[in-house]
């Protein structure tokens, strides 16, 4: 005989648990993700075209965890949504946008530190400028935005609150279900997914290949040119390719960090009997919208600079001058 007393109160702890924990993340994401907007407004050093995928993201994970509560809401009901069903709906239309255009704005910044750290000087202007990044940003959101309206379009799939996981996302009790999901697991995430696999395996290559080139007469020669009254121009060259692997070695961290918050949930959808993890691989994958922010913060010295002088209560005047 099952206690129905000791799985209620199980059950009650568990809802309680996931509420808070949605809870820090959407507080922590929101200011999070809102700090870095506007670091970018406010600072001119941060308006290039790799921030510009940056703030897209930065943008995505705002509006996600700005709907997070709604999944309070929806774990915290026993039963029944009790609010309009519109609310649920537009609430799993912004969380589908959002994730989609995550994905796609890390493989954005991927492309554009693959050509930035491996092309020549002279072709990066022609790769990557502000048309292409505009162009980027649109097929980005017309990509997220059509795969979030695909279910009201096609009807394969109820938008809305699902019964099954007690959240607001898509009904998962159907056999549109695993259309839709396939869709995701199959079209739309292995693109975004690969992509940022290629480029960063192609930039890790390359670094390696050019570390093998340094033999000792080129050491020798790059003495000789820094004893040269011209040595200024070869060390500026050094030392930008060497920002500019670094710059790209700190981004790396911010995909690798999504894709390992993401693994589990992913591996939950797929693998059979894992119907009572899902809800926390879920929470795990949405830490995400609170995590890019702390890395922006302490691996990229220009956001580290331009958001401790925001929050700096010692220097009042600081904003005022952080785009200097």
Wanted: hydrophobic share 50%.
């Amino acid at each position: 005989m099952v206690d129905n007393t000791s799985t209620d109160h199980y059950d009650f702890l568990a809802h309680v648990f996931q509420s808070c924990f949605i809870a820090v993340i959407s507080i922590a994401g929101s200011i999070g993700n809102a700090l870095v907007l506007v670091a970018m407004c406010t600072s001119s050093k941060l308006r290039n075209c790799t921030n510009a995928f940056i703030g897209n993201l930065a943008i995505a994970d705002f509006f996600n965890c700005l709907v997070l509560p709604m999944n309070i809401v929806a774990i915290v009901s026993v039963d029944l949504w009790p609010l309009h069903d519109g609310v649920c709906m537009m609430s799993s239309l912004v969380l589908i946008t959002c994730t989609v255009s995550s994905f796609y704005s890390l493989a954005s910044v991927a492309y554009v530190r693959y050509i930035i750290v491996t092309k020549p000087s002279a072709k990066i202007p022609t790769l990557v400028n502000n048309n292409i990044a505009a162009i980027f940003v649109t097929c980005n959101w017309i990509v997220s935005l059509t795969t979030a309206f695909l279910p009201i379009i096609s009807g394969i799939v109820q938008l809305g609150y699902d019964s099954k996981y007690h959240i607001c996302l898509w009904d998962t009790t159907g056999h549109g279900h695993v259309i839709y999901s396939g869709i995701f697991a199959m079209i739309i995430i292995p693109i975004p997914l690969g992509s940022m696999a290629y480029f960063y395996i192609a930039i890790y290559l390359f670094i390696k290949k050019e570390a093998k080139k340094i033999t000792p007469t080129m050491q020798a020669s790059t003495l000789q040119l820094q004893s040269c009254s011209q040595n200024s121009v070869p060390a500026s060259i050094v030392n930008l390719r060497k920002r500019n692997i670094d710059v790209t070695k700190n981004l790396f961290i911010v995909v690798l960090a999504f894709v390992i918050c993401a693994i589990p949930h992913s591996l939950a959808i797929i693998i059979p009997n894992t119907t009572d993890i899902i809800p926390y691989t879920a929470i795990v994958f949405n830490c995400t919208s609170c995590i890019n922010p702390l890395i922006y913060a302490r691996k990229l010295p220009e956001y580290r600079r331009v958001i401790s002088r925001m929050c700096s209560l010692s220097n009042p005047d600081a904003v005022h001058d952080i785009s200097q």
